[in-house]
């Protein structure tokens, strides 16, 4: 084999710079590693900075300190119940991995904390199946105190983010707020942002929230504290492999190609495949994306693990979840609280319903494909002038002109006439809304068990009886917004294993080679075991990585 050249050389490159790549980094630095991150676009903090930031760390240290007891055993149990058992969902959720993820997710809630990190316990956000075995009605997910965006200096200006500094949310804060006119804890919890923010302001700081927060901290550890070199519009196209063992990789920069040589190898975090409608089309089989993801992943880093013989697993399936359709000046709007408040139904084109409203947003996607997305893309949420008057719809927050003048919103004085402008058959829809009405007069959803459990009641009203969930559509004018199946980014990709080292397609580690994040197949499986059930398991395996490769030998 002719001898390789090479540009340049370094311990560690990593690929990315969400939550999963620079886990991996800090890990690595933290060993003495000499490290390279290289993102690919022209901002950093992928997903993670476009996120509501949420980490779900089963057993961190702060769940003794608010009185909730968990325990690995209780952690493998709701796995087993709410994702399936190894067996059924295959070896992205091997059980040597669900056991590395508990095992090391209080682990790294404590390692970032040494590094600077203030975690808040989201005391009362549940488990998204919170009576199954094993589930906890909170204190699972952890959040990430606000960051002050004016330490960065200029650096800030290349920060991917979805909410601007200065209003430093917790992903508490947005339901909360939704309600903020209608309840006691909703005005308390809005007066306490408020007040969050005129605190950092009249300090001279501009405070991040959510997703910014945390890919803030992490950019702030890797590149001010630890010194990591991190490379802007450097897209990794190519791994170099020898003898079955990952040595390198070629990234193309701004001015050209360069050859880089690893001595412990390569970790790829460089986000799925959302905004790549070809593979969405193949692997997904729908023809339109409405990702709330990155729009700068494509899936090159699954593609480039492929040409070399990496295996894939999950590539059908995504982190599913009901979105505003987009319009001419917006983007496809993510819904979380919205559909749960009370006065509020989804139907599809026929006008039936077909899901529990308030159910967790993976489970709200896979109903609209299990029910047939002919049916449910576009889906119509519908409400009365009760909804309007009591709860904020951030969607109207986005452009509330635009959605009506577009026909993704409609309003009529009558449920007649709402539903000629829907477009959905007149008879089918009373029918539906007289025996919705029904489920809410007596606090029983007998169709679909809305309002059941904690998850659905965390996102309803709490002086709604007698069902925080469910509220009659009687009151006009009503109004309807078109749904559309979204998500929060692809969950299939290349499959490791608990040391997050990339596999062949024959089974067997290539060694040198590790993957965390969206361009992983996702150790949760099919489902969405509780809030941040992307953000924790990325951190947990980019560290991982981290760790793993400063073990490896040293190439010579």
């Not at 209780?74 to 969902?89: I, N, Q, S």
């Not at 952890?142 to 920060?159: S, T, Y």
């Not at 905004?275 to 494509?298: C, F, V």
């Not at 013989?309 to 001419?328: C, I, K, R």
């Amino acid at each position: 084999m002719a001898q390789q050249k090479w540009d340049e050389e370094v311990d560690l490159l990593v690929a990315g710079t969400g939550a999963a790549a620079m886990s991996a980094a800090i890990a690595a630095r933290d060993e003495g590693l000499e490290v390279l991150v290289v993102e690919g676009s022209d901002k950093w903090g992928g997903s993670t900075g476009m996120s509501g930031g949420g980490c779900w760390l089963p057993t961190h240290p702060g769940m003794k300190e608010i009185g909730v007891d968990d325990s690995e055993q209780d952690v493998l149990t709701y796995l087993d119940a709410c994702v399936g058992t190894p067996e059924e969902v295959g070896p992205a959720s091997s059980l040597e991995r669900r056991q590395a993820f508990v095992r090391t997710a209080p682990v790294v809630h404590s390692w970032l904390e040494r590094h600077g990190m203030v975690w808040k316990t989201a005391k009362t956000y549940p488990d998204y199946y919170p009576t199954l075995p094993g589930g906890k009605e909170g204190g699972r997910t952890v959040e990430p105190a606000p960051f002050d965006a004016k330490k960065f200096g200029d650096w800030w200006q290349h920060a991917r983010f979805a909410m601007p500094p200065g209003l430093p949310l917790f992903a508490g804060d947005t339901y909360l707020l939704a309600r903020a006119w209608s309840t006691p804890s909703g005005f308390v919890g809005g007066a306490r942002m408020v007040f969050r923010a005129l605190g950092g302001a009249v300090t001279g700081r501009r405070l991040t929230g959510l997703g910014a927060s945390l890919s803030s901290r992490l950019m702030w550890i890797a590149k001010f504290e630890q010194g990591t070199e991190v490379r802007l519009n450097t897209p990794v196209t190519d791994l170099v492999i020898e003898d079955g063992v990952c040595v390198g990789a070629v990234v193309t920069g701004p001015e050209e190609e360069r050859r880089i040589r690893t001595r412990r190898g390569v970790h790829l975090g460089a986000g799925g495949f959302d905004h790549n409608l070809e593979w969405r089309s193949t692997y997904q089989g729908i023809d339109a994306e409405y990702s709330s993801g990155n729009p700068y992943n494509t899936g090159s880093a699954i593609e480039i693990g492929q040409r070399h013989g990496a295996d894939v697993a999950l590539m059908d399936d995504a982190w599913w979840g009901p979105s505003v359709a987009p319009t001419s000046k917006t983007g496809a709007i993510f819904m979380v609280s919205e559909r749960s408040m009370p006065h509020t139904m989804v139907v599809d084109q026929e006008g039936n319903r077909y899901v529990d409203e308030s159910t967790s947003y993976v489970d709200f996607g896979h109903a609209m494909l299990e029910h047939g997305l002919e049916r449910t893309n576009h889906s119509w949420m519908v409400t009365d002038v009760r909804f309007g008057r009591k709860y904020l719809n951030n969607a109207f927050l986005a452009g509330k002109k635009t959605l009506f003048e577009e026909g993704v919103a409609v309003r009529a004085d009558t449920l007649e006439e709402l539903a000629e402008k829907m477009g959905v058959d007149k008879e089918t829809f009373k029918a539906t809304i007289q025996r919705f009405n029904g489920f809410a007069r007596a606090g029983k959803d007998e169709d679909f068990n809305r309002g059941h459990d904690a998850y659905d009641n965390y996102y309803g009203d709490p002086g709604h009886k007698p069902n925080p969930n469910l509220g009659e559509i009687a009151h006009g004018p009503f109004t309807a917004i078109k749904i559309v199946l979204g998500d929060l980014g692809t969950k299939g990709g290349l499959l490791t294993d608990e040391h997050s080292r990339v596999l062949h397609t024959d089974g067997s580690v290539i060694e040198g080679l590790y993957a965390a994040g969206n361009c992983s197949a996702a150790v949760a499986g099919r489902t969405y075991p509780g809030a941040g059930a992307t953000l924790g398991p990325a951190l947990v395996f980019g560290y991982r990585a981290g760790k793993h490769a400063a073990s490896r030998a040293a190439a010579k």
